[in-house]
């Protein structure tokens, strides 16, 4: 299993040129697992729970294997056109404009597809020639296949807790990827992720990671999620503001999670007991 903080990443391209890594602590073998399925030219799906860090992984490893990251925030309303590109008016004249998937194709970037189970299956049917070994983009506007250009890499993200019959990836998609699956990191190494994304000191990164795993524990129908390593993160960041924990952690963490009146005030009563102010 592997796992870090991840934070949502929007769309848009970025290079490595000049920037600082972007911080992931490895878990696993996963860094070397990425490694080898982008030399061999093969797709990559990254499973797990939101906030266990798919995206900022991905960020690290394009970084270190000097790629430009194109990524895209999938949704229910993702059509092929805005992968691939449509056409558009432009003064008086209709000019084609490419999506940021035929960018990655062109450029040899890293294309990264978050919650790719959101879009239409119908969407990501286009993947298909990517992502096994043919490495094409077919675009039927233009008449025209796209080789991918060197250096072109494939990686799509979804949260499995989210799957049902509607929203999964279709088996031949599947099976042109190589899985990679990220959990919540262990207690010891998620502190040291909250003391050093939040800027926090040890003992308050360990009182948050606490309360994190016993919310971890529950066993409730009425939080759809636990709490993330970036809300353990994001409550860090306001107790850095002047806000005391248990503030912090009703607005970053116990709120975000559920809007059950019941749920809630379980979460309350857990604050109290695990983020208890200091006496005197």
Known sequence: MAGELGLVARNGAHGPSGEESPYYAPVGNEEAVFTAAYRQGLSVVLKGPTGCGKT???E???HRLGRPLITVACHDDLTTADLVGRYLLQGDETVWVDGPLTRAVREGAICYLDEVVEARQDTTVVLHPLADHRRQLPIERLGVTLDAAPGFGLVVSYNPGYQSVL?????????RMVAIEFGFPAPELE?????????VDADTAAELVRFGQAIR????????EV????????AGRLTVEGLTMREAATAAIAGPLTDDAVVSRGLAEMIDVYLAAPAG
């Open 167 to 175: 929203k999964d990836l279709k088996d031949s998609t599947r099976q």
């Open 56 to 58: 900022r992984f991905v």
């Open 217 to 224: 524990r529950l066993e409730t129908g009425g939080l759809r």
């Open 60 to 62: 690290a490893m394009a």
């Open 227 to 234: 709490a993330s390593t970036r809300v353990l993160v994001a």
């Open 191 to 199: 502190e040291q992720i909250v003391a050093h994304e939040a800027g």
